[in-house]
T-cell receptor, first 115, second 109 residues
Framework: EPEVTQTPSHQVTQMGQEVILRCVPI?????FYWYRQILGQKVEFLVS????????KSEIFDDQFSVERPDGSNFTLKIRSTKLEDSAMYFC?????????????FGPGTRLTVL | KNQVEQSPQSLIILEGKNCTLQ??????????LRWYKQDTGRGPVSLTI?????NTKSNGRYTATLDADTKQSSLHITASQLSDSASYIC????????FGKGTRLHILP
């Protein structure tokens, strides 16, 4: 069964460092998403991506964040200068077309720890 | 501002029992409402997608209902199993994709 994969499973970084979180969405999906979940809190939407551009983004997704689909399979989230409060679980998801009617499939997440 | 409120925050029931989880939403306009199951430390998994025209939808032992007039949805779990222990999250997928805080369900043997 196709699934969304994410690497690494756990990333530890120093405050101020750049991190890149990687996702491989399901191969025939066209819509891609990043979410974060701070420990003990609810899942929060960060950004959605379609046709090689951002379609929606939340207030959390400021200039420190960027997304990219560098090739036909990977979807990345970059945090330029990490802050302590960026420590969270980051989930990637993908869905088919149309996005509102189709199920989103989530990856297993990357746990980011900023020291 | 669209909001999704869930109750109860947590629930403990015995294995084999039924339970119902509630979700109130303020989504407008409405396209669909989703229920997810999230095991600890894992990504959410879709259970149901309810459209405006659907009153009820089942997925195995999970049955979701929707009352568009009162803007309430519920998720009913029948004959609970230990593996049902998880967080159940109601989601408004429109625009900024709003997740509820979830109901933490504990099934005791």
């Amino acid at each position: 069964e196709p699934e969304v994969t994410q690497t690494p499973s756990h990333q530890v970084t120093q405050m101020g460092q750049e991190v890149i979180l990687r996702c491989v969405p399901i191969s025939n999906h066209l819509y891609f998403y990043w979410y974060r979940q701070i420990l003990g809190q609810k899942v929060e939407f960060l950004v959605s991506f379609y046709n090689n551009e951002i379609s929606e983004k939340s207030e959390i997704f400021d200039d420190q964040f960027s997304v990219e689909r560098p090739d036909g399979s990977n979807f990345t989230l970059k945090i330029r200068s990490t802050k302590l409060e960026d420590s969270a679980m980051y989930f990637c998801a993908s869905s088919g077309d149309p996005p509102l009617g189709n199920e989103q499939f989530f990856g297993p997440g990357t746990r980011l720890t900023v020291l | 501002k669209n909001q999704v409120e869930q109750s109860p925050q947590s629930l403990i029931i015995l294995e084999g029992k039924n339970c119902t989880l509630q979700c109130n939403y303020t989504v407008s306009p409405f396209s669909n409402l989703r229920w997810y199951k999230q095991d600890t430390g894992r990504g959410p998994v879709s259970l149901t997608i309810m459209t405006f025209s659907e009153n009820t939808k089942s997925n195995g032992r999970y049955t979701a209902t929707l009352d568009a007039d009162t803007k309430q949805s519920s998720l009913h779990i029948t004959a609970s199993q230990l593996s049902d222990s998880a967080s159940y999250i109601c989601v408004d997928p429109d625009d900024k994709i709003i997740f509820g805080k979830g109901t933490r369900l504990h099934i005791l043997p």
